[in-house]
């Protein structure tokens, strides 16, 4: 299974951008795909989940009101929609995907497959 992220850019504070992750090699319907993000020395954090129907999803405190998760299983794609930018959410973006249904959603360990990154830039 590989992911490929993409979407990343600079945007001005209060700006959006929309991130696409992109699933080829596997059942795209079998895999649930989490959302995560690293800034410069700090460890990788959630940011957000979808389940595999994509009738259940969650989100991270710090984007809960600003970012939205989806997903078209006809084009294998999980996007994330990102609204109302501001400086702590420039970062690396990650997408991952997991198999495993009973599991922690926000844990980094849980998942199986990982894109490359896609890097967003904020500035104030």
């Known amino acids: 299974v590989q992911l490929q992220a993409s979407g990343g850019g600079l945007v001005q504070a209060g700006g959006s951008l929309r991130l696409s992750c992109a699933v080829s090699?596997?059942?795209?319907?079998?895999?649930?795909v989490g959302w995560f993000r690293q800034a410069p020395g700090k460890e990788r954090e959630f940011v957000a989940f979808?389940?595999?129907?994509?009738?259940?999803?969650d989100f991270a405190d710090s984007v809960k009101g600003r970012f939205t998760i989806s997903r078209d299983n006809g084009k294998k794609t999980v996007y994330l929609q990102m609204n109302s930018l501001n400086s702590e959410d420039t970062a690396a973006y990650y997408c991952?995907?997991?198999?495993?249904?009973?599991?922690?959603?926000?844990?980094?360990?849980?998942?199986?497959?990982w894109g490359q990154g896609t890097q967003v830039t904020v500035s104030s």
């Open positions: 991952a995907a997991k198999s495993t249904i009973l599991s922690v959603e926000n844990r980094v360990a849980v998942y199986d497959y």
């Open positions: 979808i389940s595999r129907s994509g009738g259940s999803v």
């Open positions: 090699g596997g059942t795209f319907s079998r895999y649930q």
